[in-house]
């Protein structure tokens, strides 16, 4: 991972320096290249409509039943279902120490 991360601050930098000595202002290019890419609600619409559609109306019914049990929830007034499937005995460590005499 880190090789990676070496990697791309490389690219980074070699980057950075190509433009600063080419005379092009690297934050202008940053802001072409982040105008070019589009946002979340153009990305949305698209990337539904390349889900087959059992799989876009099982998904859409996963969220709406999500949503609506935690309405409900909410409105009992009860702290909605926890995700964790830890015991209490899971919690505790496994060995304390000499026993007591």
């Known amino acids: 991972m880190t090789v990676l ?4 601050l490389v690219i980074g930098v070699l980057s ?4 600063m000595r080419s005379g092009a ?11 070019a890419v ?6 949305l619409p698209a990337a539904l409509d390349a889900l087959p559609p ?3 109306d099982r998904a859409v019914r ?10 409900l929830s ?9 995700i964790d499937t830890l015991e209490e005995a899971d919690r505790q460590p496994a060995w304390r120490g000499v026993a007591p005499r």
């Open 5 to 8: 991360l070496r990697a791309v």
């Open 16 to 19: 950075y320096l190509a433009l």
């Open 25 to 35: 202002d690297p934050a202008g290019e940053a802001r072409k290249l982040a105008g």
């Open 38 to 43: 589009p946002g979340a609600g153009a990305a």
């Open 54 to 56: 059992e799989s876009r």
């Open 62 to 71: 996963a969220v709406l039943a999500r949503g609506l049990m935690a309405e």
């Open 74 to 82: 909410r409105r009992a007034g009860e702290p909605p279902a926890s």
